[in-house]
């Protein structure tokens, strides 16, 4: 049984770039959830994906957004990248439902120059 | 706003020694659940345990249990006869509203030989 998995492991962007980092979620999960983790931070919600739709939102700028396919999966974009997102982004999965358990992926890591 | 505070930011123990981690968490909810991750140096986290908040049992699951107390807001996590493979950093994660999880900056642990 797969767990969730992300795309790519690591990335290295310039400032003012673009960035789509992607996440399949566990077998039999359908809500997506992503997270920004700051080094020596815990994570921040950013935002979350059920039903090919934002659910809910954490306290980041409209440069992040998202998008669920049909298969469950997910993507998270940023545009005009600043030095300050880099970080590692956790994508989980979690079955539908009030706090069900989400279940985290290895994470992309991001690195801003 | 509601948050968790994970007082002890660095733990450093023997192995087979007990040691326990503490969390203090505010919510709005009043009824919820709460999660300890565990974050190994590979940087996934990895879910540990899962709590509702009605149901104030303490439990234990292998070398692992756990004290909630609603009326206090704590849910402290201790890990029995520890090993140097607990060594990581456990976040407490209490709700942060709907399906959010809230993080604080987590326990680093260090388990030695």
């Known amino acids: 049984d797969a767990g969730v998995t992300q795309s790519p492991t690591h990335l290295i962007k310039t400032r003012g770039q673009q960035v789509t980092l992607r996440c399949s979620p566990k077998s039999g999960h359908d809500t997506v959830s992503w997270y920004q983790q700051a080094l020596g931070q815990g994570p921040q919600f950013i935002f979350q994906?059920?039903?090919?739709?934002?659910?809910q939102r954490g306290n980041f700028p409209d440069r992040f957004s998202g998008h669920q396919f049909p298969n469950y999966s997910s993507e998270l974009n940023v545009n005009a990248l600043l030095l300050g997102d880099s970080a590692l982004y956790l994508c989980?999965?979690?079955?539908?439902?009030?706090?069900?358990?989400?279940?985290f992926g290895p994470g992309t890591r991001l690195l801003v120059l | 706003a509601q948050k968790v505070t994970q007082a002890q930011t660095e733990i450093s123990v023997v192995e087979k020694e007990d040691v326990t981690l503490d969390c203090v968490y505010e919510t709005r909810d009043t009824t919820y659940y709460l999660f300890w991750y565990k974050q190994p140096p590979s940087g996934e986290l990895v879910f540990l345990i899962r709590r509702n908040s009605f149901d104030e049992q303490n439990e234990i699951s292998g070398r692992y249990s756990w004290n909630f107390q609603k009326s206090t807001s704590s849910f402290n996590f201790t890990i029995t006869a520890s090993q140097v493979v607990d060594s990581a950093v456990y976040f407490c994660a209490p709700p942060g509203g709907g399906n959010k999880l809230t993080f604080g900056t987590g326990t680093q642990l260090k388990v030695e030989l």
């Open positions: 989980a999965s979690s079955a539908r439902g009030l706090q069900e358990t989400q279940y």
């Open positions: 994906y059920y039903e090919e739709e934002e659910r």
